[in-house]
């Protein structure tokens, strides 16, 4: 064995980091649930913070209009 390379081909590699279905819905769940809860919390701002930073309520309403899986 000694001086022998050893063969390491594709089909007998695994890949342990490909995540699974349950982390990827878990991970789009969390989009999600990040985006529902931003867009609540801008419909709550006040007609100050929304000047400051350069929004409208008429930009307030089409977001928060948007279903939470919308970008």
Avoid at 36 to 45: A, F, M, P, T
């Amino acid at each position: 064995m000694e001086g022998e390379m050893s063969l390491c081909t594709y089909e007998n590699v695994t890949n342990n980091h490909e995540l699974s279905a349950w982390n990827k819905f878990g991970r789009q769940f969390q989009v999600w649930f990040t985006r529902w809860r931003q867009r609540d919390e801008l419909s709550h701002w006040s007609d100050r913070d929304l000047h400051d930073v350069g929004l409208s309520w008429s930009d307030v309403i089409r977001e928060a209009e948007k279903p939470f899986w919308r970008a």
